[in-house]
């Protein structure tokens, strides 16, 4: 990146810019994340690029936030985010997993192949819509499908406003509708499983091999991981495009809002159930349950509803223990903090 890019080429919102004061604007830079790794991260400002030491001191960061720095290029604060997206840390561990931030559109893509997963895209779709971003379900490996029209119909029985793009991802002409989706300053996640064409689209728009792309195993049609970090780069007309690594495991918590907006009709039917506190799992007067008996609503969405709401529910949970535990060891550790350093003084 040797050309300096504005404020405005970089993602910037009036959002952002209401959470300066007159001083910080005056005295500090504006600067975005473009790749952010263990100890070090790369943040980018209109007087260029500047590698910036991660210390334990700093909060959580992630591709696509906006910090400000002093003239020295010292991490001052970081700004409150547009969007999040965010998952529980994969295995055991009670931890929440940043994965972008500050996006306007998010592409969810899915392999036209065995791998092809309809619960799948109702995830991202949840963690789309508790961010307040846009979905755009992308459906790649068009060259190797014959009935690429009945996908597409799956996926806009999820929700008819859906935008559903089909594409092959090595073929430029035939991303061309993406490009028109995006324009200059806006900022557009890539999210999917390993081996759906992430890196391989990244390449196209770009019109040059940023990221390795590997084939995807012959058995299953389940890809490999290539991609290995979240990073941001600018296409040839001015989107930034934010990649991220496939995610095999994607457990959602705090995700209640999406997981409604995900599964509309549901909640539409459930207004009008019998009992306010209806789980939709047997009880008498049930709408839903009618509602599948009818053939107006599908019974593998009720299931997939169930499963992402009692996911969430447990996850958040365990984190919200987590965080108690931490705040009582805080209120334990300050006080013998301040002796410490007390009687270092003396």
């Known amino acids: 990146m040797t050309t300096l890019l504005t404020l405005a080429e970089l993602g910037w919102h009036p ?64 700004l409150t985010r547009l969007s999040q997206f965010s998952r529980k840390s994969a295995g055991s561990q009670a931890a929440v997993q940043l994965i972008a931030a500050n996006v306007d559109i998010v592409f969810i893509m899915s392999s036209l192949n065995k791998d092809f997963n309809l619960n799948r ?34 996926v806009k029985m999820l929700d008819g406003m859906l935008t559903v ?39 196209t728009l770009m019109g040059q091999t940023i990221q390795a792309t590997r084939a995807i195993r012959d058995d299953d049609d389940k890809g490999r991981h290539t991609t290995t970090r979240r990073s ?10 934010l990649d991220t690594p496939g995610m095999r495991e994607l457990q959602l918590s705090d995700c209640d809002l999406g997981i409604e907006d995900t599964f509309p009709e549901i909640a539409r039917f459930a207004q009008h159930c019998r009992f306010a506190d209806c789980r939709h799992d047997g009880e008498p007067g049930c709408e839903v349950l009618a509602a599948i008996t009818a053939g107006n609503l599908d019974e593998r969405r009720l299931a997939n509803f169930h499963k992402l709401l009692w996911e969430q529910a447990l996850n958040s949970a365990t984190l919200a223990e987590k965080r108690a535990r931490e705040r009582k060891l805080g209120r334990f550790y300050r006080p013998a903090k301040f002796a410490h350093d007390l009687k270092r003084k003396e």
């Open 15 to 78: 959002y952002f810019q209401q959470q300066l004061s007159l001083d910080e604007w005056e005295h500090y830079i504006p600067a975005r994340v473009f790749n952010y790794e263990r100890s070090l991260m790369t943040a980018v400002s209109v007087n260029g690029k500047h590698s910036i030491p991660i210390t334990s001191v700093m909060p959580a960061m992630t591709v696509g936030d906006w910090l400000l720095l002093s003239t020295d290029l010292r991490f001052e604060r970081l």
């Open 121 to 154: 895209i109702e995830r991202y779709l949840a963690l789309a819509h508790e961010a307040h971003v846009e979905p755009v379900v992308v459906l790649t490996k068009a060259d190797l499908c014959e009935n690429t029209e009945d996908y597409v119909s799956q």
């Open 165 to 203: 793009v089909v594409i092959n991802c090595l073929d430029s002409a035939s991303v061309a509708e993406l490009s028109a989706l995006c324009g200059a300053g806006k900022t557009v996640a890539l999210m999917g499983s390993s081996g759906v064409g992430k890196s391989s689209l990244l390449n």
């Open 232 to 241: 941001l780069h600018i296409l040839p007309n001015g989107t930034l495009l």
